[in-house]
């Protein structure tokens, strides 16, 4: 009887903790998705107030990242990119494939973004 119970309770402890650190923290994904960029092209994502982490990876010259209504610092064209930034008031991430006189290639994007 002990040991059934031990391993029962073994198994709520790990349980909780898999909670406390994968779903009970609080930690939404709130877009996880690969997109084509034309030259020139944007994406923009409505964010309301909160702290968010953004991990974006881009191929070919890159992407840039802008994060308006905040005050965190952009990127210039870059293949990857990871940072946390807060959003006192809502905002937006846009993730562009700068502009090379219409003549660039074309960037795949991921785009994961986490509101913490």
Not at 16 to 26: A, N, P, Q
Not at 45 to 66: F, I, P, Q, R, W
Not at 80 to 93: L, M
Request: glycine share 10%; charged share 15%.
């Amino acid at each position: 009887m002990i040991n059934h119970f031990t391993k029962v309770t073994g198994g709520l402890i790990w349980a909780s903790i898999l909670c406390v650190f994968l779903t009970c923290s609080g930690q939404r994904v709130v877009c996880d998705e690969i997109k084509v960029l034309k030259d020139g092209e944007a994406l923009s994502y409505k964010m309301d107030t909160g702290m968010y982490k953004l991990e974006m990876t881009a191929s070919n010259d890159g992407a840039s990242v802008e994060w308006v209504g905040s005050n965190c610092p952009g990127s210039p064209e870059t293949k990857s990119y990871t940072s946390i930034c807060e959003f006192a008031q809502t905002g937006q991430i846009i993730i562009k494939n700068p502009s090379a006189f219409g003549l660039g290639a074309a960037t795949s994007v991921t785009v994961k973004i986490t509101k913490l």
